[in-house]
T-cell receptor, first 112, second 114 residues
């Protein structure tokens, strides 16, 4: 599976949009981009995933560049409860059956 | 989304004892479950893949005789830490594989070995 690079930490003001970047320059054609987050002392929570089209659900939006070498997770109206470590994981279709490889993620801190 | 539970949420035990952690998928059947371990300020690391009715597959460096995994039904996998030592103290998290290959994680079990 392709490797990802994320900034170690980010701050965002409450109520503003939080934009979390992820670089995955070695992604291959059949690999998806998944985002999970982990709130302190809890299990990870699935957020969203996509292949090449932008995706949106009730939690977030995922913007993938045309060359698929990077993506951005957008939390449109961040709240204090969104403070967590966010993990960007690249995985081939069906690769979830192999277990997930977590990097260091981005520690997002929402400021009041 | 699908719900996965773990029991207990927190356990403290003496060195040399064994501890069993349960992972249940509450509203769906999971032929595959995973066990992860997370040390303080580190990321999750996959320990093993548990398949219903067959032997678990362990990641390199994880001792299968120390971390016993049983997946006897489509909704339950157990992890037993045998002869636990202080260095086994960690946050143990399970996940269950959904129909679309997404993983649903349990809330985790905090193990402290004295």
């Amino acid at each position: 599976d392709a490797k990802t690079t994320q900034p170690p930490s980010m701050d965002c003001a409450e109520g503003r949009a939080a934009n979390l970047p992820c670089n995955h320059s070695t992604i291959s054609g059949n690999e998806y981009v998944y985002w999970y987050r982990q709130i302190h002392s809890q299990g990870p929570q699935y957020i969203i995933h996509g292949l090449k089209n932008n995706e949106t659900n009730e939690m977030a939006s995922l913007i993938i560049t045309e060359d698929r070498k990077s993506s951005t997770l957008i939390l449109p109206h961040a709240t204090l409860r969104d403070t967590a470590v966010y993990y960007c994981i690249v995985m081939r279709s069906g690769g979830g059956a192999d277990g997930l490889t977590f990097g260091k993620g981005t520690h997002l801190i929402i400021q009041p | 989304g699908a719900v996965v539970s773990q029991h207990p949420s927190r356990v403290i035990c003496k060195s040399g004892t064994s501890v069993k952690i349960e992972c249940r998928s509450l509203d769906f059947q999971a032929t595959t479950m995973f066990w992860y371990r997370q040390f303080p300020k580190q990321s999750l690391m996959l320990m093993a893949t548990s398949n219903e009715g067959s032997k678990a597959t362990y990641e390199q460096g994880v001792e299968k005789d120390k971390f016993l995994i049983n997946h006897a039904s489509l909704t339950l996998s157990t992890l037993t830490v045998t002869s636990a030592h202080p260095e086994d103290s960690s946050f143990y998290i399970c996940s269950a594989l959904g129909r679309r290959n997404e993983q649903f994680f349990g809330p985790g079990t905090r193990l402290t070995v004295l």
